[in-house]
């Protein structure tokens, strides 16, 4: 079974801070991972597919980068409302697997 | 527009078996485009894929749940469900259905997601 190990599990940064987060995966999973945002009470939201790709209606100061083993998410000019925890998602069709997320705070 | 909606019991006992529906509006779960899932979060925890179903019927489940998971899928009421077997505590969480296309392989859109609780 593929791992996903996600880093760091806790953040606290600054309005305008450059954020980023590690995904990686036990073994190469070429670009199949999507990231997600969850605000507290609400149902996750895909921000990033297949590693790289802006969902529709996403502010561009998210982005994903990476392939193979290591994945990043960054988000270039943290606003308030990017508070939330981010969780990266492996797809292995069908089987998925999700990190173990990361809780965005701000300092 | 599709809207998934989760509806079940909020309280089950342990030993039980933990039973949850999914209905589908605003569109067909009988497309071939897509699998319909289950995915739980314990209180303050992270995400866990439980499973998924293809509208045939076939089903994919989290290994580490296999042996007490039932996802089936009911086309002519536009639903598909969970059973979870023998629960104990430790499936207490909130409990959201979705869909993930077979193509674009995230999880949109999501239901708003039950809160199950395993106690006595």
């Known amino acids: 079974d593929i791992q996903m190990t996600q880093s760091p599990s806790s953040l606290s940064a600054s309005v305008g801070d450059r954020v980023t987060i590690s995904c990686q995966a036990s073994?190469?999973?070429?670009?199949?991972l999507n990231w997600y945002q969850q605000k507290p009470g609400k149902a996750p939201r895909v921000l990033i597919y297949d590693a790289s790709n802006l969902e529709t209606g996403v502010p561009s100061r998210f982005s994903g980068s990476g392939s193979g083993t290591d994945f990043t998410f960054t988000i270039s000019s943290l606003q308030p409302e990017d508070i939330a925890t981010y969780y990266c998602?492996?797809?292995?069709?069908?089987?998925?697997?999700f990190g173990q997320g990361t809780r965005l705070e701000i300092k | 527009q599709l809207q998934l909606q989760e509806s079940g019991p909020g309280l089950v006992k342990p030993s039980e078996t933990l039973s949850l529906t999914c209905t589908v509006s605003g569109g067909s779960i009988s497309s071939s485009s897509y699998y319909w899932g289950w995915i739980r979060q314990p209180p303050g925890k992270g995400l866990e894929w439980i499973g998924s179903?293809?509208?045939?019927?076939?089903?994919y489940y989290n290994p580490s749940l296999k042996s007490r998971v039932t996802i089936s899928v009911d086309t002519s009421k536009n639903l598909f469900s969970l059973k979870l077997s023998s629960v104990t505590a430790a499936d207490t969480a909130v409990y959201y259905c979705a869909r993930r296309g077979t193509v674009t392989n995230w999880f949109d859109p999501w239901g708003q997601g039950t809160l199950v609780t395993v106690s006595s």
């Open positions: 998602q492996h797809y292995d069709n069908p089987v998925i697997t």
């Open positions: 073994q190469d999973i070429r670009n199949y």
């Open positions: 179903i293809y509208y045939s019927g076939s089903t």
